[in-house]
């Protein structure tokens, strides 16, 4: 297992292990930050354990051209029920992204250290977020990082009532310029909408 210094540096991301897991330690800095997902990777760990960096193969990602919108969530749209915005309220949607209980997880990945690192981001320009309100309130949304080569990394989503997370996802990847929209690691849920598997190169490549 590779340990991180101060050193702004990883392992080749080949040298990461089946789950995908390259190097342990380091620190949330933008200019870590940064090297990591210019080089295809990203931290994914829970409170009260040491940062963790990823880089798995193969890697779960969505073309926004192969992007699926069902019958229902058309119908959906049509009804208005939802505004979606972009950039608008960060600091609430990794909020509540943190707040979000997931199914096997017992805390949050999404730790206070992580909170200020990707709301620093966001003063910078490199972090981006999408609301989704009903009524005026928040109901959903999802935040991530988009370092300027059309290739968007997701990070997290939230939904206070059904359907907002996709209602938000599915304006954001229509609404935006991407060639790409790295989903990191497979869920069903991103799968109903068209995300699929790559090869970490074949990712590579878009970065």
């Given amino acids: 297992m590779y340990f991180l210094t101060q050193k702004i540096e990883f392992p080749d991301v080949s040298e990461a292990t089946s789950e995908g897991l390259l190097a342990v330690g380091g620190d ?15 931290p994914w760990f829970e409170d009260e354990e040491p940062l963790l960096w990823w880089s798995p193969d193969p890697r779960f990602v969505l073309f926004p051209k192969e992007l699926k919108v069902s019958k229902s969530m058309s119908q ?4 208005n029920l939802f505004k979606v915005t972009f950039n608008k309220d960060f600091e609430s949607v990794i909020e509540q992204c943190a707040m979000t209980k997931r199914e096997g997880q017992e805390g949050t990945w999404i730790t206070e250290d992580m909170k200020k690192a990707y709301i620093k981001l966001h003063g910078l320009g490199y972090a981006k977020s999408a609301e989704v309100w009903q009524d005026g ?6 935040y991530g990082v988009d370092l300027g080569n059309k290739v968007f990394c997701g990070e997290s989503m939230f939904a206070k009532v059904s359907n907002a997370s996709k209602v938000g996802f599915v304006h954001f990847v229509q609404n935006s310029n991407y060639s790409l929209i790295d989903c990191q690691i497979y869920t069903k849920h991103l799968e109903s909408l068209g995300a699929k598997h790559i090869s970490r190169q074949e990712f590579l490549k878009y970065l």
């Fill in 28 to 42: 949330l800095s933008t200019e870590r930050l940064i090297h990591a997902y210019t080089n295809g990777i990203f």
């Fill in 137 to 142: 309130e928040l109901v959903g949304g999802l």
């Fill in 76 to 79: 959906l749209f049509k009804k």
